[in-house]
């Protein structure tokens, strides 16, 4: 007679797959981040970089959770800060779970109360390319351009802040030919969203103090009363404390990580034709 013995007995198939779940590592948690597939210096799908994405990845590791980028693609330049860029759909849907860079709660528009927003981690406006000035104001720009013209994009809030400081303007399709319309003499200076000038590898005006109406603080959104929303402002907080925010900011050309202590408003926007905070 042939004894089988307990060690070669065959495991009953329920028992196999107990024993299969003891010792199989679990499958991590992800954090789905979406992200526009070319919006340097915040991310670009086909390089798989930018500052969103690096920072990101990296906040998904200290909390244990595998980075997953889920790419959209870029709207119409209506603006280059227009909230029809930004994928709140994707995120209320479940697409993903986090959208980087909201330019505040005016943005998110009729999806406030959809939406919670973490701290503020960097900061971006629209700030002043004129490579042959070295210090300048907002008041102070009218005179530096005197019978020279302003290079905008369309329909931006540049082009909004140029017309209601009586500035000569022209619009340009792109950052790059706002930028390039300085470079090449047709206008003397641009008035270009920061992130967008970052992209072209230039440099603003560098002790230029944006006023309130031209400034932004950038937050992450999650989804409203996701808990998820308080491990990611404890994790930013952690990355800024440590130095990897600043240093991330600084390998893409963000130029502003600090915090603004005031933003852009509709009546921050209107002071901007009189000079005024």
Same mark, same amino acid.
């Given at each position: 007679m042939t004894v089988v013995s307990a060690a070669t007995r065959p495991i009953p198939a329920a028992g196999a797959l107990v024993l299969f779940l003891a010792v199989a590592p679990a499958q991590a948690e992800e954090l789905r981040v979406c992200l526009l597939e070319d919006d340097l210096p915040r991310a670009h799908r086909t390089e798989g970089t930018g500052f969103d994405h690096d920072l990101f990845r990296e906040a998904a590791?200290?909390?244990?959770r595998d980075f997953v980028p889920v790419w959209r693609p870029k709207a119409p330049p209506y603006s280059e800060i227009d909230d029809t860029d930004l994928p709140f759909d994707e995120l209320l849907d479940g697409e993903c779970d986090l959208v980087p860079s909201v330019p505040g709660r005016l943005a998110l528009g009729r999806l406030a109360g959809a939406a919670d927003l973490s @701290? @503020?981690?960097?900061?971006?406006?629209?700030?002043?390319?004129? @490579?042959t000035a070295e210090n300048l104001d907002w008041a102070g720009l009218p005179a530096a351009v005197a019978n020279r013209k302003v290079a905008v994009r369309l329909q931006s809030l540049a082009h909004f802040a140029a017309q209601a400081?009586?500035?000569?303007?022209t619009s340009q399709p792109s950052a790059a030919d706002v930028v390039g319309a300085v470079d090449d003499g047709r206008a003397a200076a641009a008035l270009i969203f920061g992130p967008a000038l970052a992209s072209l590898g230039k440099d603003p005006v560098n002790a230029f103090e944006p006023p309130p109406g031209l400034r932004f603080n950038e937050h992450a959104a999650v989804r409203a009363g996701d808990a998820l929303g308080d491990d990611v402002a404890r994790v930013l907080e952690d990355l800024r404390r440590d130095g990897t925010l600043a240093r991330l900011a600084a390998r893409y050309g963000i130029f502003r990580i600090e915090p603004f202590p005031t933003v852009s408003s509709p009546e921050a926007i209107r002071a901007l034709g009189i000079g005024g905070p």
């Open positions: 590791e200290r909390l244990g @701290p @503020p981690y960097y900061a971006a406006a629209f700030e002043i390319y004129m @490579p400081a009586g500035l000569d303007w």
